[in-house]
């Protein structure tokens, strides 16, 4: 009995190599987005604490109020900067998300090519089997 062998088999490898590939790309940019995120509540945590302090200081110097002031802008700029960034990086991921279900569809259309044709060289042998009992059946069934 002849070994099965799928025709495509090094296709479907590539596929598999290629869903790993684009897996691995969709966690780090989710895990780049989860850090930006959490740098984004470490930066709203600050803002807060310097607003705290601009209340308490209100009424003291003007340069220290305003060197207050400045560093809240400065935060406040780059806490846009990270929205942007934690947008661009959740657009992003959605194409990933594309390209990681189109590679799945296509592994999967092979996986199952890959059974059919091992059921067809099922079905092939089961005959080729009985064909062979059925020889043998007639030629001891032949009176000598």
């Known amino acids: ?18 869903l790993q590939r684009e897996q691995k790309a969709l966690a780090d940019l989710l895990r780049k987005q989860q850090e930006a995120h959490e740098l984004l509540n470490e ?22 109020l305003k060197t207050y002031y400045e560093y809240l802008q400065a935060l406040l700029q780059e806490m846009y900067h990270l929205q942007n960034r934690i947008i661009d990086l959740e657009k992003q991921a959605d194409v990933q998300r594309k390209k990681l279900l189109d590679v799945q569809k296509e592994q999967k259309i092979l996986e199952n090519l890959k059974e059919q044709n091992y059921q067809k060289y099922l079905e092939e042998n089961k005959k080729n089997e009985q064909s062979f009992l059925d020889e043998i059946a007639m030629l001891g069934a032949q009176p000598e």
């Open 1 to 18: 009995m002849k070994k099965f062998e799928f025709r495509l088999e090094k296709v479907l490898e590539m596929k598999e190599r290629e």
């Open 43 to 64: 930066k709203r945590i600050m803002v807060e604490g310097y607003i705290q302090k601009m209340e308490k200081v209100a009424s003291g110097e003007a340069g220290t």
